[in-house]
């Protein structure tokens, strides 16, 4: 099965139901809108094989085009819109790119490809037109994981690998429902959001509530008004939203309750004290639309305190794990009692999974392998010699360890462990999570630096206004005696300014400290 086949399937069985929630189409509408698009793209010549790239926000013309493009027989060129001219420049030359379908905002003189205004109305359908003959195993997208501005990491997507996802999402059925409205704000260009809403929405003959922005306040008038039943975000929007509903219950001075309630929630329940418990969590769900059953979180480890928070309020809370060469969530962990921190699951139907070279601790490095698991990157055969095992096997280089439960926890990527000069490994997500719950400390890296002929733990910190380096070290140097001594970070630096983030939130190590190096970070010496 193809994934223009996949939709088909889905309008059989579910056309006059609702796709997208917020315009009120239909599955069968939307598929009319495909071939219309498909059309189209037909008269500007797009054919078969040709790679075509997608530049939108969350808008419904974004998985309009894609399946038109599938449609076709072309491939989708998922663009972030984070990025620059000169990087979608350099992209689309390695991807031989021959047109974009692009939002306007995104427009520019480019040598390399014709632009194409994304959210024209197609009002032209060929009925000649037939769907291309495409393979399973044919390509769907190309993503970059790195290379945008120098030599290309394309990781190619079959369709093969796009509806095995979807079968796999079936794990989730305890949660997700026929009809359901899944909240769509994840950016599509993402693996991950895509698998969420696109992929689960069709495997389900659900629907999907597109919003193109990131503002608090618009998303909160989404939940009020489609009140949606399963939302996915990233952690760092979930802390967020734990923090307003915290504020909220103090400004009304009724946190001191509300915390001893969901502390004790189950234990009220059992002496007849139910009600008192649904009196905290009625109003706080209320923010979510009161509908809401189900919220997912990826791209990065959730704090346990924020997972347990939602858990309390009545809210299944589950974690996904994936990268872009796994379609997104290969692992989905399952709301269990007395979960241990950054658990993340483990791989879902269809995939599998080895922890190789384990320390002491039974800590390694995670393999896998599977129906979501891409075939190699695009023509870089030295890549795919260090990716790949001689059984199939994928290196994440992410390192993991299991858990009574069976479940994986993340311990931060091979590739950031800090060795000390005496042989130790240092973590650097274990130190971030420390250092995230000092008091003015927005954000912060860890990472491996030289300091006077040694190697170090450093770190970089992301601290709000009026945070002073003697604040800071007192803090860290407190927070450093929770933990062996040969994890301390006692060099650092501050600054008010953002680290540099991926689209998915997390922090580009190597960019933080290629800004140290060019000194663009003040340290207490300065």
């Not at 223009?4 to 315009?23: I, Y």
């Not at 967020?240 to 309750?257: A, E, N, T, Y």
């Not at 997972?307 to 794990?321: S, V």
Request: net charge positive.
């Amino acid at each position: 099965m193809n994934m223009f086949q996949f939709l088909e399937s889905a309008v059989r069985d579910a056309s006059n139901e609702l796709f997208l929630t917020r315009e009120k189409i239909t599955y069968a509408v939307f598929l009319e809108m495909v071939k219309k698009r498909a059309t189209t793209l037909a008269a500007m010549g797009v054919k078969k094989g040709d790679v075509v790239g997608v530049l939108a926000h969350n808008i419904p013309e974004f998985p309009l085009s894609l399946f038109a493009i599938w449609y076709l027989g072309a491939h989708a060129l998922m663009l972030d819109t984070n990025l620059t001219p000169f990087e979608y420049d350099n992209m689309t030359k390695h991807a031989k790119t021959k047109l974009v379908l692009a939002e306007k905002s995104f427009f520019y003189k480019s040598a390399n490809f014709k632009f194409y205004d994304i959210t024209t109305i197609d009002t032209k359908l060929d009925p000649a037109l037939k769907p291309a003959h495409v393979e399973s195993e044919d390509i769907a997208t190309l993503s970059f994981t790195s290379g945008s501005t120098g030599t290309p990491k394309i990781v190619p997507l079959t369709h093969y690998n796009l509806t095995e996802c979807a079968v796999s999402l079936e794990d989730m059925n305890q949660w997700l429902h026929r009809g359901d409205t899944l909240y769509g704000f994840l950016p599509m260009y993402h693996v991950y959001g895509f698998a969420i809403e696109i992929l689960a929405s069709i495997h389900y003959r659900a629907n999907v509530l597109l919003q193109p922005t990131i503002n608090p306040k618009d998303i909160l008038e989404d939940f009020k008004t489609y009140r949606p039943h399963v939302i996915p975000a990233v952690p760092k929007i979930w802390e967020v939203f734990r923090k307003k509903i915290i504020d909220g219950l103090k400004q009304k001075r009724l946190w001191w309750l509300a915390s001893f309630v969901l502390k004790f929630g189950p234990f009220l329940k059992k002496i007849g004290l139910g009600f008192l418990v649904r009196k905290i969590q009625e109003p706080v769900l209320a923010v979510f639309g009161g509908r809401a059953r189900l919220l997912i979180a990826g791209g990065a480890a959730t704090k346990p305190e924020v997972e347990t928070f939602y858990e309390r309020l009545g809210l299944a809370f589950i974690q996904g794990y994936g990268l872009t060469e796994t379609v997104g969530p290969i692992c989905i962990s399952k709301p269990i009692k007395c979960r241990l921190p950054f658990a993340f699951g483990a791989p879902i139907t269809n995939n599998e999974c080895e922890i190789r070279n384990k320390n002491a601790e039974g800590i390694g490095v995670l393999w896998l392998r599977g129906h979501q698991v891409f075939g190699g990157y695009l023509n870089n055969k030295e890549a795919n010699e260090e990716a790949f095992d001689e059984k199939g096997f994928f290196n994440t280089g992410d390192l993991v360890s299991m858990d009574k439960n069976g479940e994986l926890h993340f311990h931060g990527r091979q590739k950031q462990v800090i060795v000390t000069d005496v042989g130790k490994n240092v973590y650097p997500d274990e130190l971030e999570a420390l250092f995230l719950k000092i008091p003015g400390v927005k954000n912060v890296a860890v990472f491996e630096h030289t300091v006077k002929g040694k190697t170090v733990a450093y770190g970089v910190f992301q601290v709000e206004d009026g945070m002073t380096f003697e604040k800071l070290e007192k803090a860290v140097s407190h927070a450093n005696r929770k933990i062996a001594s040969y994890k301390w970070v006692t060099h650092f630096a501050m600054t008010t300014k953002d680290l540099p983030l991926t689209s998915t939130q997390k922090i580009k190590h190597h960019k933080v400290r290629e800004n140290l190096v060019a000194g663009e970070y003040p340290t207490k010496r300065d």
